[in-house]
């Protein structure tokens, strides 16, 4: 089993930044890639982006390519989620999710394990 907590979110003006972290434990294997979704009560689960095992390939939602930078810290089995120029359009539920194997995917299938999700709220 592996357990994923996520951390960061929060209330913020449309222009700000948020940050957000989420870190595995547990029976991790020894390579594993991460992405993260967003989910709001109109829409599914949308992916916002993921991270290869290595960190040298990164993968980006359309809607927020430009804007948010994902990384990821394997000393610390952390993957990261810096968000900028906010719009209220990412208002939702942010999902952290671990796959099991080197390579992210935008599909929410594709990830074994999911957080329970931070909230982020962008005012206008």
């Known amino acids: 089993q592996v357990h994923l907590a996520e951390s960061g979110g929060g209330l913020v003006q449309a222009g700000g930044s948020l940050r957000l972290s989420c870190t595995a434990s547990?029976?991790?294997?020894?390579?594993?890639?991460m992405g993260w979704f967003r989910q709001t009560p109109e829409k599914e689960r949308e992916f916002v982006a993921g991270i290869s095992w290595s960190g040298g390939n990164t993968y980006y939602g359309d809607s927020v390519q430009g804007r948010f930078t994902i990384a990821k810290d394997n000393a610390k089995n952390t993957a990261y989620l810096q968000m900028d120029n906010l719009k209220p359009e990412y208002t939702g539920r942010y999902y952290c999710?671990?796959?099991?194997?080197?390579?992210?995917?935008?599909?929410?299938?594709?990830?074994?394990?999911w957080g329970q999700g931070t909230q982020v709220n962008v005012s206008s």
């Open positions: 547990g029976r991790l294997r020894s390579v594993f890639a």
């Open positions: 999710a671990y796959s099991n194997g080197c390579w992210s995917s935008p599909s929410a299938y594709e990830y074994d394990y």
